[in-house]
């Protein structure tokens, strides 16, 4: 059974940082491209960055310069890290695959303050 596991999102001034993880159980993880997703109240769900199995990356460029996605295939374990943060970037953020073919998780909110 797949399961995506978040963690990482909390309350952060704008300006600060965060760091969030997803622990997949899913097969054969290392070759699967992996994306992180964020949903804000009242707006789609959107692709925020994704990483494919070579640690190729690219990001929505409303993020670019200040999110880093990255990889751990030993843990099967994707990172999202999130500096520079605004008040917009206020969501429930998700992994899944790239393009998303599996149920989502419950998410991890990460609320930004102005």
């Known amino acids: 059974q797949v399961q995506l596991v978040e963690s990482g999102g909390g309350l952060v001034q704008a300006g600060g940082s965060l760091r969030l993880s997803c622990a997949a159980s899913?097969?054969?993880?290392?070759?699967?491209?992996m994306g992180w997703y964020r949903q804000a109240p009242g707006k789609q769900r959107e692709l925020v960055a994704g990483i494919n199995s070579g640690g190729r990356t690219n990001y929505a460029d409303f993020v670019k310069g200040r999110f880093t996605i990255s990889r751990d295939n030993a843990k099967n374990t994707v990172y999202l890290q999130m500096n520079s943060l605004k008040s917009e970037d206020t969501a429930v953020y998700y992994c899944?695959?790239?393009?998303?073919?599996?149920?989502w998780g419950q998410g991890t909110q990460v609320t930004v303050s102005s």
């Open positions: 899944n695959t790239n393009p998303a073919a599996f149920s």
């Open positions: 899913i097969g054969i993880f290392s070759i699967r491209s």
